[in-house]
């Protein structure tokens, strides 16, 4: 499956932003999906991700309340809404699909980018204070 993400930009501090991922090559209801975003100079860090069927999500403790990951799997996207914006989510955000559901289920994985096998090509958000 190959992942597009898109929605990145420019935006004041308290604003809002929704990202994208559009899958294409695949059923996106195969796949659990998650958002990880990169800060330059910093690892890879995870965001929220989302089960199959959008019944159980997570979120990091650093955007708890303010992302919401969803997912429309008879359209193949996957969004994340990220609202009360700050600088320091200022970061690439990349998409990424597991087809190992149960990756998720441990805190471990599903927050470690090793266990997912297909990933977007990221989209900038940078948020100025």
């Known amino acids: 499956v190959q992942l597009q993400a898109s929605g990145g930009g420019l935006v004041q501090a308290g604003g809002s932003l929704r990202l994208s991922c559009a899958a294409s090559?695949?059923?996106?209801?195969?796949?659990?999906m998650a958002w990880f975003r990169q800060a330059p100079g910093k690892e890879r860090d995870f965001v929220a991700a989302?089960?199959?069927?959008?019944?159980?999500?997570w979120q990091a403790d650093s955007v708890k309340g303010r992302f919401t990951i969803s997912r429309d799997n008879a359209n193949n996207m996957v969004y994340l809404q990220m609202n009360m914006l700050r600088p320091e989510d200022t970061a690439v955000y990349y998409c990424a699909a597991t087809s190992t559901p149960n990756n998720l289920l441990s805190s471990r994985n599903r927050r470690d980018p090793r266990k997912y096998d297909y990933w977007g090509q990221g989209t900038l958000v940078t948020v100025s204070s």
């Open positions: 090559g695949g059923a996106l209801s195969n796949y659990a």
């Open positions: 989302i089960t199959l069927r959008g019944g159980t999500t």
